[in-house]
């Protein structure tokens, strides 16, 4: 069972609150009409609010929990990043401190990255918390409008109808503006008490255009409220997305001296102080310098290409 207003109960009560428009005016006498501006607006309203589907949004939030859970500070990632540093510890030179700095970026980049899903799940918690609250608040205002449209149709003691309304703005503010790394212990899609912030609300029942018109006026404050919280949600992934656009600094390539395909590679650069290279270390400097003899001979297209000499690159 859902932990949300279903579409089928909102459009029951949108049925029975239209029936009880018309009803309405068919009672007073003589009969005022058929109330379409007012109807085709309670469509519209019932259409906005089901037309955010708490269900889909809880399993994108489960899908990019679980993604924010996998990078980061986790049993796995940060083990492995400082293992490589333990492992590096005997080598010294220029190109081993630039390598050791590059792995501490991918600790920072990790980090960073999860931040970032968070944030994206800090923003998926708000949406659900205004798509459930948006639903049972517009519920309880088709009911106790209704209710008042009956009291006014059978001639009963005229008392404002109460209701509770969400602040949804406020709720997804207030979402949003918190930690993005308490979401971590948000494993489950639970949050709906997370910032309760309600008013209390009435619809004014003395006769059918007061019902009606009490209606609209609460509706569209509900409107308004359901349409800004949703664009504060928007414009929070909008600014999120153009950060994450951002070049990291760990994508910046290493420098010449840490690639073994560079002529400004040496083993003194990247060596082991403690053990003993025995024959490698000479190898390596006899291969490096075949290596860059092959590189500067020019290749019979780049004599082709480029007779005065210089080799294509």
């Given amino acids: 069972m859902s932990d949300w207003v279903s579409d089928d109960e909102i459009w029951t009560a949108e049925n029975s609150l239209r029936d009880t428009f018309v009803a309405m005016l068919d009672d007073e006498l003589p009969a005022s009409g058929y109330p379409r501006d007012q109807i085709e607006g309670l469509r519209r309203d019932t259409q906005l609010f089901v037309s955010v589907d708490p269900q889909k949004i809880a399993d994108e939030y489960e899908r990019v929990h679980k993604a924010a859970e996998a990078i980061g ?6 083990p492995a990043l400082r293992q490589s ?3 590096l510890n005997n080598w010294t030179g220029a190109a081993a401190d630039e390598f050791k700095k590059q792995i501490d970026k991918m600790e920072i980049f990790c980090d960073e990255q999860q931040t970032r899903l968070l944030r994206g799940v800090q923003g998926l918690a708000a949406a659900y918390v205004v798509a459930v609250n948006g639903r049972s608040s517009f519920l309880g205002l088709l009911k106790a409008t209704n209710a008042a449209g009956i009291n006014e149709i059978d001639d ?15 709720m997804a503010a207030g979402l949003l503006e918190g930690d993005p790394r308490k979401m971590l212990a948000w494993a489950t899609v639970n949050l709906v008490e997370i910032g309760k912030d309600v008013m209390d609300r009435v619809v004014e029942g003395n006769d059918a255009d007061q019902v009606m018109d009490s209606y609209r006026r609460e509706a569209d404050t ?4 359901f349409e800004d919280a949703l664009n504060h949600i928007a414009n929070d992934f909008g600014n999120q997305t153009a950060d994450a656009c951002q070049p990291s600094g760990m994508l ?10 560079s002529p400004d590679f040496r083993w003194e650069n990247f060596q082991d102080t403690v053990h003993d290279p025995g024959p490698v270390g000479p190898v390596v400097e006899e291969e490096r310098k075949k ?5 500067e001979q020019q290749s019979e297209i780049d004599r082709r290409m480029n007779p005065g ?5």
Avoid: H, W
């Fill in 73 to 78: 500070e986790n049993v796995e990632a940060v």
């Fill in 85 to 87: 540093i333990r492992y």
């Fill in 156 to 170: 009963q003691k005229k008392e404002d109808t109460k209701l509770a309304s969400a602040l949804l703005f406020d």
């Fill in 222 to 225: 509900l409107v308004r409220s």
């Fill in 252 to 261: 910046k390539p290493l420098p010449p001296i840490c690639d073994v395909g």
């Fill in 291 to 295: 290596y860059v003899a092959e590189k």
């Fill in 309 to 313: 000499g210089k080799r294509v690159v």
